[in-house]
């Protein structure tokens, strides 16, 4: 009788993409950085991340799977590879690790898939290598790899000021359902800062956390219309002069009735939020009907942060 090899030890994670409800952007600081004031949901849009076992001294590898796969890097450049390297050299240790990524989050627009990949990537490690690290030491490293790692580790609903990586929970009652249409052509980050820059100059007021006031109460309340009326992007008249065709997908979504639409992020995903599961899957139609986007993606929010299934 010949016994089948055992599978070797492998530990799952899910870890959500998010969406900005405020983003508050400051004027330039010397190190070429913009401070932020934002408000982060995760959203129920996941990436599910296996690391697997591997024999001592083989390393990093990487796997994808998932509609916009062919997008992703499978070198040290991807996220999660960087995570599970700094994670092994923080605790010192070789880093040999088989990363496979399962995507649900699109690809470029905004919605931090890499950031949550990287996430559930040193928890998945930390799991698989027993390097039993607490939550916070883990959130030290995340921060390193970008600001928005912190908080697809966190998930929920939580004020991000800093880079975005200095967190406060917040509170969030009840469900809320959106609509995301996302471009293949991506827009770069960096290029909407240097036009956000060009618009606003030195003249960008200080941010604040107080300015979103209403905006919390919205989330305190569960109310989605007084949430649609508070929803606010400074990045969004950048994003709107560099791809000028996303005006008339914000347009779309206002005459289907959406409680409010603005651009996610940097773009060039347009975040609309609806009243119901079916409003959002109509917006969808809309815009795929009247070809206002190249994917649509329908969710709900908030959702848990990163955690092994
Ligand atoms: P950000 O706004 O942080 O720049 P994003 O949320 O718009 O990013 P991501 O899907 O995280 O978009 O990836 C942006 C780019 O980063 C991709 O085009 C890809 O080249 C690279 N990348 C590195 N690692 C990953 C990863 N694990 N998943 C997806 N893209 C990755």
Not at 13 to 21: D, E, F, I
Not at 284 to 304: L, N, Y
């Amino acid at each position: 009788m010949t016994l089948a090899a055992a599978p070797s030890p492998s530990v799952r994670v899910r870890a959500p993409g998010k969406v900005n409800l405020s983003l508050r952007v400051g004027p330039v600081e010397e190190d070429g950085y913009h401070p932020l004031v934002t408000v982060f949901q995760a959203v129920a849009l996941v990436e599910e991340v296996t690391a697997t076992e591997v024999a001592d001294g083989a390393g990093i590898s990487v796997t994808v799977e998932g509609p916009q796969a062919d997008r992703v890097p499978l070198d040290a450049t991807n996220l999660a590879w960087r995570a599970a390297e700094l994670l092994a050299e923080h605790v010192g240790i070789s880093p040999d690790v088989a990363l496979h990524l399962a995507k649900g989050v699109p690809v470029a627009g905004g919605m931090a898939g890499g950031s949550a990949d990287a996430a559930a990537t040193l928890v998945a490690c930390d799991a698989l290598w027993g390097t039993g690290l607490s939550r916070g030491e883990l959130s030290t490293l995340a921060a390193v790899l970008g600001s928005d790692v912190p908080f697809a580790l966190l998930g929920h609903t939580a004020v991000g000021t800093g880079r975005g990586h200095l967190l406060t929970p917040a509170m969030s009652r009840g469900e809320f359902h959106w609509a995301f249409a996302t471009r293949d052509e991506g827009l770069s980050t960096p290029a909407v800062y240097r036009r956000f820059d060009e618009l606003c100059g030195p003249t960008a007021p200080p941010v604040d956390v107080v300015d979103d006031n209403a905006l919390m109460q919205a989330l305190r309340a569960g109310d989605p219309s007084a949430l649609g009326a508070a929803l606010h992007n400074d990045l969004e008249p950048a994003a709107l002069d560099l791809r000028p065709e996303l005006e008339r997908t914000l347009e779309i979504a206002r005459n289907g009735g959406a409680l409010g639409a603005m651009v996610s992020g940097s773009g060039p995903t347009v975040a609309a939020l609806a009243r119901s599961r079916q409003h959002a899957l109509a917006i969808a139609a809309t815009w795929t009907a009247e070809d206002a986007a190249d994917s649509v993606w329908c969710t709900t929010a908030p959702a848990a942060g990163a955690r092994v299934l």
